[in-house]
């Protein structure tokens, strides 16, 4: 089936740093991914909708300077968490849409836990 | 808005017992409902899906059926396997397949 990578799978850093979660998709062409927040013993929240060159659209209350998605190839988003701050640390999940299927055709990566000390 | 409200867990079981895990939506018009499992280090995959009232989803001994009526999607299985231990998540997906809607999932562990 289809795989979706991310990487780095976990990562620690200093308060007011940056952080770039890349997600890719490995063997297919997806022309949508989105990025989803899990919170412990939470659902999974949507963040953010990315298409292929185009501006993410994101969700209610999600600031988009904070969190910053590019989508500039059909195999690859990135998400890049601005100025990380010990609220911001979570689970990032990210899902890619391969081109030309139906609303169900999501894959998954692994998740990026983020601690921000 | 467009909601899914899944059992509470954690889930405890023996092998070769019966598994419901229960799972109500609240959607405005006609979703898609699904279920995803993550098994521990990995991704959330599909287990199945149903796309209109009455239709009945099935993957891996796993079943689930579009219940209009009573607005859920409860997972089944009829003999559950240490390997199926893992997190289970009801979702949901909007007329317009914009996204998916998750529950907050229910982990099952399942002891032989």
């Known amino acids: 089936g289809a795989v979706v990578s991310q990487h780095p799978s976990w990562v620690i850093c200093k308060s007011g740093t940056s952080v770039k979660i890349e997600c890719r998709s490995l063997d297919f062409q997806a022309t949508t991914m989105f990025w989803y927040r899990q919170f412990p013993k939470k659902s999974l929240m949507l963040m953010a909708t990315s298409n292929e060159g185009s501006k993410a659209t994101y969700e209610q209350g999600v600031e988009k300077d904070k969190f910053l998605i590019n989508h500039a190839s059909l195999t690859l988003s990135t998400l890049t968490v601005t100025s990380a701050h010990p609220e911001d640390s979570s689970f990032y999940i990210c899902?890619?849409?391969?081109?030309?299927?139906?609303?169900?055709?999501?894959?998954f990566g692994p998740g990026t836990r983020l601690l921000v000390l | 808005g467009n909601s899914v409200t899944q059992m509470e867990g954690p889930v405890t079981l023996s092998e070769e017992a019966f598994l419901t895990i229960n799972c109500t939506y609240t959607?405005?018009?006609?979703?898609?409902l699904f279920w995803y499992v993550q098994y521990p280090g990995e991704g959330l995959q599909l287990l199945l899906k149903?796309?209109?009232?009455?239709d009945k989803g099935s993957n891996k001994g796993f079943e689930a059926t579009y219940r209009k009526e009573t607005t859920s999607f409860h997972l089944e299985k009829g003999s559950v396997q240490v390997s199926d231990s893992a997190v289970y998540f009801c979702a949901l997906s909007d007329q317009a397949g914009t996204a998916l809607i998750f529950g907050k999932g229910t982990t099952l562990s399942v002891s032989s």
């Open positions: 899902s890619a849409s391969e081109a030309g299927g139906g609303r169900e055709t999501q894959y």
């Open positions: 149903a796309t209109k009232a009455d």
């Open positions: 959607a405005t018009g006609y979703p898609s």
